[in-house]
């Protein structure tokens, strides 16, 4: 059984740092990898998808990682801003097409 | 509207009571979900919806109950809930299920109390 773990549960860092969120799963055999965002009390929106034959994904200030073979991925946020806070999802969409989604990783960026 | 619309927001009922939670997508896709968002939980997949046709339940108890008229619109019928069935409910739509690269659009969420 698919299981994705997201550590830490928290951070709390000052504006500006640079982060990074890690996601673990455990069967590889995965179609995608997606990080999802989701706001307190809100739906989630995707930020990036990675295709299980692809290393990594950037939009903007976002980069994502994966190694399907040692079942990781990181989520790294460069320059964080306060309206970056919010809970950050980590699924893998596995073999019956089913995303299986992560605890989430809950950020607060200080001003 | 655009994207994935849910109603209500917010919703409080008794044990004994019925209600409905509605979704609606404006995008055009063929497939329809519903996920359960209990607090300090893991996301859950309820239902899944393909072309109309309920193509994944996942194990729910028969207190919920799915509804798809058409690929647009997706119901979930409640009744005789339990306390612990309290819960940020999500619907969410894609294309196809099976379609690997392209993710799926989520709606705002229904926050259910069942007292």
């Known amino acids: 059984k698919q299981e994705v773990t997201q550590i830490p549960a928290a951070l709390s860092v000052p504006e500006g740092e640079n982060l990074v969120l890690n996601c673990s799963f455990t069967?590889?055999?995965?179609?995608?990898l997606q990080w999802f965002r989701q706001d307190p009390g809100k739906g989630l929106t995707s930020l990036l998808l990675?295709?299980?034959?692809?290393r990594e994904q950037t939009s903007g200030r976002l980069n994502a990682s994966l190694d399907k073979s040692s079942g990781r991925s990181t989520l790294y946020i460069a320059a964080s801003q306060p309206g970056d806070s919010a809970t950050y999802l980590c699924?893998?969409?596995?073999?019956?097409?089913?995303?299986?989604f992560g605890s989430g990783t809950r950020l607060l960026v200080r001003p | 509207e655009t994207g994935v619309t849910q109603t209500p927001r917010h919703l409080v009922m008794g044990m004994t009571n019925k209600k409905s939670l509605k979704c609606e997508q404006h995008?055009?896709?063929?497939?329809m979900y519903w996920y359960k968002q209990s607090a300090k939980k893991p996301l859950e997949l309820m239902f899944v919806?393909?072309?109309?046709?309920?193509?994944e339940n996942n194990s729910v108890p028969s207190r919920f109950s799915p509804e798809c008229p058409n690929s647009s619109h997706l119901f979930l019928h409640l009744h005789t809930l339990q306390p612990e069935d309290s819960a940020l409910y999500l619907c969410?739509?894609?294309?196809?299920?099976?379609?690997?690269?392209?993710?799926?659009?989520f709606g705002p969420g229904t926050r259910l109390l069942v007292l």
């Open positions: 969410a739509s894609s294309p196809e299920p099976g379609r690997t690269i392209e993710t799926q659009y």
């Open positions: 699924a893998v969409m596995d073999s019956s097409y089913k995303l299986i």
């Open positions: 990675i295709q299980s034959s692809q």
């Open positions: 919806y393909n072309f109309k046709e309920q193509t």
């Open positions: 995008l055009g896709h063929n497939a």
């Open positions: 069967d590889s055999a995965i179609y995608n």
